[in-house]
């Protein structure tokens, strides 16, 4: 556990310092708009994507710097649907990660461009990154920018499900789409770089859907049970915005048991591969058991 | 002019074709976001990117069918960042080429998502592209990125320069950062799949730039002289808004002086280019003397 937090530590002083370097070198002009980016992604965030990146990659004996690009892209684009989905036109949230949103840092104008900004830095960051192949870089693009579409038609639906008494099917596929694709490409991203055969790729990109499920589904529960205080963010938002989650629709009981047969399918498909998946289950025992 | 004419007509069908279909294979599934994406796009824009690229195409022998992808790319990045400048938050417009603007059509989330989503699909489309190699899509991948980025920031530094009594410079570069970047990079485009040589490349970019200068001051004057109906926008929108515009910061008649300028630079790079340039005059003369 103190390894993994480590691990955790060492993955986000590298990441940061990459994107500072990306977002240094795309040289943005208006000082507000680069305040605005800065305020929004070095906001303290766990950089859990680049971190399940540098996992899958060592699981495969691919090095974190070939993977530094692909990882900060991920954050750059997780950070660019945070700033989206705090606007007031969409969840409306004033507090992130312990600190005001970038809309009420900035404002809302500024809010929408720095996102639009950081979207785009994110597919140069991999576009230009001459570490990797042509080919490898084309396919890095085309998987993140299907991971972003998901994500995007996740957030609609979200939000045309507050309110509304979808049922099991629908908020599953809210969280496989908005939290999902991402944590998923995080994962891929390693595979395509270390080209990972397509039978083991199969397996870990399952591994890490659920994950990513429970992510998700730890989320909701979070939200829920800590207060605004332990999240950095405000607490109980979900049932104020009337949100479709695991415990809205299952409660909160079903909701942990729910949570405990992920876990147990993730461990299994890790289980299968014949490789050292220490650190993927270090991961996966941090996630179903953090309580922040 | 009427040969102008036929070729804008058929640069519009072949992109909206190929649009209509790189939409339809993202299978976004939100109703609602698919619906708002699709209003904003097939809202009968002038297509003049893809009709500059397929020029400069035609210009050094690259077939349009080669540029499809990337043209569309490029319409689909302009139509993108014309949905959220539209937003309440930054230019609040309600009206757009005739017709209500995508958040007043649907709602503030969906526009803000429509635009993010679109945004996302241009660069998956270029990643896609197997019609061109993978080192080329990469260097159209970042081209592009490098374009978006300009033109947030130019959205940006257009925002904060809002009554702000900015002189010639900044409303210089205003414009080349906020249409000017991506009328660029639709030459630029062409060029690089058509690997044109160093030396032709740099002039074609200069007139590029210039055209695009020519296309945005051609747009300040036409909303001082033009009404709403004609625009298919408000019109005198800027001067309410106190926009730093030519006509705002050099008066109307040094604004035509200037336009004029332009126009002699632009043509002379065109006529010192040893190619076929009658497509690219033809539009030069179109973007200079339109009124509408």
Known sequence: ???????????????DREMASLIESAEIEPPRLLEAIKWSVF?????????????????????????????????????????????????????????????KKFDEATAILAGDALQVLAFKAVADDIDLEEAVRVRLVSGLAEAAVQMVAGQQLDLDSEGSSGGPKIVERIHRNKTGALISFSADAALIVGAVGEAERECILRYASLLGLMFQVGDDLLDVTETTETLGKT??????????????????????????????????????????????????????????
Chains 1, 2 share one sequence.
């Open 43 to 103: 906001g303290g965030g766990k950089r859990f994507r680049p971190a399940l990146m540098f996992a899958v990659g060592e699981t495969y004996g691919v090095p974190t710097e070939t993977l530094l690009r692909s990882a900060s892209a991920v954050e750059m684009i997780h950070t660019y649907s945070l700033i989206h989905d705090d606007l007031p036109a969409m969840d409306d949230d004033d507090l992130r990660r312990g600190r005001e949103t970038c809309h």
């Open 1 to 15: 556990m103190e390894d993994l937090q480590n691990f955790f530590e060492l993955t986000a002083t590298a990441v």
């Open 235 to 292: 607490a109980a938002k979900d049932e104020t915005s009337q949100k479709l989650t695991y415990p809205s629709v299952f409660g909160l009981v079903r909701t942990q048991e729910i949570l405990a047969d992920i876990y147990e399918r993730a461990t299994a498909l890790l289980a299968a591969v014949d490789r050292d998946t220490a650190r993927l289950r270090a991961i996966t025992d941090f996630i179903v058991h953090r309580r922040y």
